[in-house]
């Protein structure tokens, strides 16, 4: 375990950079107009993002003790195509967790 003292500096140097990261972004920038290339590459910075996030919900959910589930790959693969059939956010949301509830529902 790690003692106070230790704890309070790590939380101290975390926050810190924390503030560094953004504020060079923030305040360094956020009166700049950015280049046309960096507009570009950080147009794709969601699309790069959420599939990290998901992907570990999706193959090892802490749920099932990290073992895949079914009716959580079924429920990714409902997102997944209808989000590329109609093009809605929310449809494809929509369609996952009712997958995702039904599958539960008949699994239980």
Known sequence: MIDRPQFWLVVLFLGIST???R???LGLLGRRPLPGWLQRCLRY?????MPALVAPA???PVATGGHT???RLMAALATLAVGMITKQMMAAIAAGVAVLAVLQYLLV
């Open 58 to 60: 999706v193959l090892w």
């Open 69 to 71: 589930d079914p009716a």
């Open 45 to 49: 910075t969601a699309v790069a993002v």
């Open 23 to 25: 504020f060079s972004f």
């Open 19 to 21: 503030y560094a990261i």
